[in-house]
């Protein structure tokens, strides 16, 4: 009975560590998304534009240290799709979050920011009750990714 008792007392903290090394681990690296996920979220985004970028505006974000709000004042150049009913020439506002850190953030990606004057493909989704827009498909919602049909 007392080895048997030494031996699980032995066993907790190797245990213990273990797990504590695989989370830190786990939790450094980067959960990027493949490219076929961009793809779908490119496909599946409501609003698919070719806007020309007027001003672009970034708030630091107070509670968190190195995160900005972006906020762009874009143009509309074409539309492909819009469910949010957007006219060409129509001036849309478009607000997200940019991270500027030592290491990227875990998930979809952020998406860059934008500049001034310069124009992007927009894959974008219509915020509820509000004038307003956000990405819809991670860092690439300004950068149209080629179709890979294998």
Same mark, same amino acid.
């Given at each position: 009975m007392t080895r048997n008792l030494l031996?699980?007392? $032995?066993?907790? %903290?190797?245990?213990?560590? @273990?797990?504590?090394?695989?989370f830190a681990l786990a939790t450094a @690296?980067?959960?990027?998304? $493949? %490219? #076929?996920?961009?793809? *779908?979220m490119q496909r599946e985004a409501p609003e698919v534009l070719r806007i020309e970028v007027l001003e672009v505006r970034e708030r630091p =974000?107070?509670? #968190?240290?190195?995160?900005f709000e972006v906020s762009v004042e874009a143009?509309? #150049? /074409? =539309?492909?799709? $819009?469910s949010? *009913?957007? #006219?060409?020439?129509e001036v849309? +506002? =478009? @607000?997200?979050? +940019?991270? /500027?850190?030592d290491h990227p953030v875990p998930g979809a990606g952020e998406p860059p920011v934008l500049e001034r004057g310069k124009v992007y493909p927009a894959f974008l989704t219509?915020?509820? *009750?509000?004038?307003?827009?956000? %990405?819809?498909a991670g860092q690439y919602s300004f950068e149209r990714l080629d179709e890979d049909r294998r």
């Open positions: 031996h699980q007392c $032995s066993v907790w %903290p190797v245990g213990a560590i @273990t797990f504590a090394v695989i @690296t980067r959960a990027d998304l $493949s %490219p #076929r996920e961009y793809r *779908r =974000i107070r509670e #968190r240290e190195r995160e143009k509309i #150049r /074409r =539309i492909e799709r $819009s949010a *009913r957007v #006219r060409d020439g849309i +506002h =478009i @607000t997200y979050r +940019h991270h /500027r850190g219509k915020v509820e *009750r509000e004038r307003l827009f956000k %990405p819809a």
